[in-house]
């Protein structure tokens, strides 16, 4: 009998999906160091404070994830900071948001460097996405894949 549950319980946790790798994910707290390796022992290297800054989660290991940011800065987080919702980092310079996945499309905000907005869905070279307006409102519009770091170039739905 001890055998059956055993095995039942391999069987159980072994057919669970695993989530793939790479994959992007998001800051869910405006605190959140960077390790050094996967645990607390392990000296902080770094220390984010952007919540809802977009993360490739790059490795596992039990309850810490290896991530990686849109520079390149690589180091292990717990899981509990991590968040599956989806954002983009814009990159460089100011980038326009516009109406419609067209360059011609009106303008319906302009996006500074550094803005995190959340990924709604990606329609070829575009992607539309939601951003906190100045006056407290969201604004959603679409922007060239080029202009920002947050999701795979054959991704459509988030």
């Given at each position: 009998?001890?055998i ?6 391999f069987?159980t ?6 989530q793939?790798?790479?994959r ?6 405006n ?7 996967p645990g ?20 596992e290991?039990d309850?810490?994830r290896?991530i990686r ?24 310079t100011?980038?326009?948001l516009r109406?419609s996945?067209d ?9 500074e460097?550094?803005?995190i907005a959340?990924?709604l869905?990606?329609?070829n070279?575009?992607?539309?996405v939601?951003?906190k ?7 959603r ?5 080029t ?12």
């Amino acid at each position: 009998m001890r055998i059956l549950l055993f095995v039942l319980i391999f069987l159980t946790a072994a057919s669970a999906d695993p989530q793939p790798l790479p994959r992007y994910a998001s800051l869910r707290a405006n605190a959140v160091n960077l390790h050094v390796g996967p645990g607390n022992n392990y000296p902080i290297d770094w220390r984010y404070i952007r919540q809802g800054m977009p993360v490739e989660i790059i490795a596992e290991f039990d309850t810490w994830r290896q991530i990686r940011d849109w520079q390149g800065t690589q180091g292990w987080v717990h899981k509990s900071l991590l968040s599956g919702r989806r954002t983009i980092w814009v990159l460089h310079t100011i980038k326009n948001l516009r109406k419609s996945p067209d360059i011609k499309a009106d303008v319906v905000a302009k996006l500074e460097p550094g803005v995190i907005a959340k990924a709604l869905e990606c329609q070829n070279n575009w992607c539309k996405v939601e951003v906190k307006s100045p006056t407290g409102g969201r604004l959603r519009g679409w922007i060239k894949r080029t202009a920002f770091w947050g999701v795979y170039p054959n991704e459509t739905k988030f």
